[in-house]
């Protein structure tokens, strides 16, 4: 089956989503309380921010980050915090144009997401914590809301 209608590649050939590179362009992580605040207690009250950013930056490869932003409180008092940019550089080939926006959102966060939640578990243990698993996130529910935000601005 070709997918290539309107596509940049060449008829017959698949669609392509390779990994050129992958890495942390931002990373901080307090503990503004500590050592009071390492002491078990209470459960704290965890709060997550996630979005997705994208550029072109040459004819087939994205730059594509995540950026997770978090916090635990304890009767408004920070445990900790955390902000992580998350990038990859990708090479997509044989994607129809319609469709490259969703794969650039979609399927490349997708696949740099098990490796920052790795890097914030790791960080958050290391700052004294219980290591935090983040959920999986549903980047397809995150680009439809994007759209939806978009859609409205373009009207």
């Known amino acids: 089956m070709s997918t290539t209608n309107g596509g940049q590649g060449d008829a017959g050939q698949p669609p392509q989503l390779n990994?050129?590179?992958q890495y942390i362009k931002d990373l901080s992580?307090?503990?503004p309380n500590a050592p009071q605040s390492l002491t078990?207690?209470?459960q704290p009250q965890i709060s997550i921010q996630i979005n997705v950013n994208s550029r072109h930056i040459a004819?087939?490869?994205f730059e594509v980050a995540l950026a997770l932003e978090g916090r635990a409180l304890i009767n408004d008092q920070i445990l900790f915090s955390f902000d992580l940019e998350f990038a990859g550089v990708f090479r997509i080939r044989n994607v129809p144009q319609e469709s490259?926006?969703?794969?650039?959102?979609?399927e490349c966060p997708r696949l740099?997401?098990?490796?920052?939640?790795?890097i914030i578990a790791t960080t958050v243990r290391n700052g004294g914590f219980p290591p935090l698993l983040l959920d999986p996130v549903d980047f397809v529910a995150l680009y439809r809301?994007?759209?939806a935000e978009l859609q409205p601005a373009s009207a």
């Open 19 to 21: 990994v050129l590179a």
């Open 29 to 31: 992580f307090e503990n």
């Open 40 to 42: 078990p207690g209470q």
């Open 59 to 61: 004819e087939t490869d």
């Open 100 to 106: 490259l926006n969703a794969v650039v959102l979609i």
């Open 112 to 118: 740099l997401f098990p490796f920052a939640r790795e």
């Open 145 to 147: 809301q994007r759209v």
